[in-house]
């Protein structure tokens, strides 16, 4: 009897079949594993895109700034540029109203001055009326206070002042100048200088000269040498003058210095050299000042009415303050 089993027949749909499964598991790895590969590269693609977007947003970025700083400084020059107009306007609108002022004080000064050219020689008369001199009775000639003992002459020397034709003092100048020294036969002292202050006889710098026939006629011949140009301004002469009065022999009571400007232009502002004057030489409780001053005018406007020039016109304003302030005279001559 046979006891060996039978034989189990392989099935080849068994094995197709397990082969179909294990292929179909590879090709979805395979799948899978090109999938990955694939996504990796698109999301590469997609970062370098969004990378260069935000770039150019940022150099749009960039330009917009550039572009509102540009219109904000634009805006701020138009801005400052308005003030500085306004300003401008302003400043304008100020050295008008300045200029008008100063015509309506030229104007009204120029009708005082006229008023006063017409009435000078009956002012002058009043003056030579209340005025005690036992030293000389005779006529002034030019009709200014003679009671003084100590005189400083102040004398503008400049072009002006001066015949072109020789470079010399006009000598209608000089011969008013000697007729004012003449008024004072016998004073105690007697010094000149130009308009700038320099002492005219160089060998008695910063002392008085004593009165002699000498000492005058060495200051004649001084005026009508003298080569030194000064300006046309005599306010640095009159500060010098009160100065030097002051210095020398102060405590002595019994002297009465006079200061004679003999001159034609101006050409500052006679406020605040009227203020100055005041302040280097002040009134006493009873109105008496240390220093007389006295001015001689030689401006052409007396003389040629239609050649009348501003320093002409401000020095004889001046002149006229400052005398009257100062208890002196001022005399134009013509």
């Known amino acids: 009897m046979n006891n060996r089993k039978p034989r189990r027949e392989r099935s080849d749909f068994s094995l ?30 997609i970062r370098q895109t969004l990378e ?14 550039d572009k509102n700083k540009e219109v904000i400084n634009l805006i701020q020059q138009e801005t400052q540029e308005e003030k500085d107009k306004i300003q401008k306007v302003d400043s304008m609108q100020t050295t008008l109203e300045k200029i008008i002022d100063r ?28 005025i005690d001199i036992p030293q000389n009775t005779a006529e002034l000639p030019i009709g200014v206070p003679v009671a003084n003992n100590h005189l400083v002459f102040i004398l503008d020397t400049s072009g002006s002042m001066r015949d072109p034709g020789t470079g010399k003092i006009w000598e209608s100048i000089v011969t008013k100048f000697e007729e004012t020294l003449k008024v004072y036969p016998i004073v105690d002292a007697i010094q000149v200088m130009d308009a700038d202050g320099n002492f005219m006889i160089r060998t008695s710098r910063g002392q008085w000269l004593p009165d002699s026939s000498g000492s005058r006629a060495g200051i004649m011949r001084a005026i009508r040498n003298y080569d030194h140009h000064s300006q046309s301004n005599p306010v640095p002469g009159i500060i010098r003058a009160i100065r030097f009065s ?13 200061i004679y400007i003999f001159g034609d232009e101006f050409t500052q502002t ?12 002040p009134a006493d409780e009873e109105g008496n000042r240390p220093v007389t001053i006295n001015a001689v005018g030689f401006p052409q406007v007396i003389k040629y009415e239609r050649h009348f020039t501003r320093t002409g016109l401000k020095f004889a304003n001046l002149m006229r303050e400052l005398t009257y302030i100062h208890g002196g005279a001022f005399i134009g001559t013509n």
């Not at 079949?17 to 990796?40: K, W, Y």
């Open 246 to 258: 002051k210095e020398k022999d102060e405590m002595d009571s019994n002297k009465k210095v006079g």
């Open 103 to 130: 015509i309506k004080k030229t104007e009204f000064g120029n009708e005082k001055l006229v008023v006063n050219l017409d009435n000078i020689h009956e002012i002058v008369d009043a003056r030579e009326k209340e």
């Open 270 to 281: 006679a406020e605040k050299v009227l203020h100055r004057i005041e302040q280097l030489n």
């Open 16 to 45: 197709s079949f397990l082969d179909c499964i294990s292929c179909g598991f590879g090709a979805v790895i395979l799948l899978f594993v090109i999938s990955l590969g694939s996504e990796r590269l698109v999301i590469i693609d």
């Open 52 to 65: 260069k977007l935000y770039q150019e947003r940022l150099k749009e970025l960039d330009d917009i700034r």
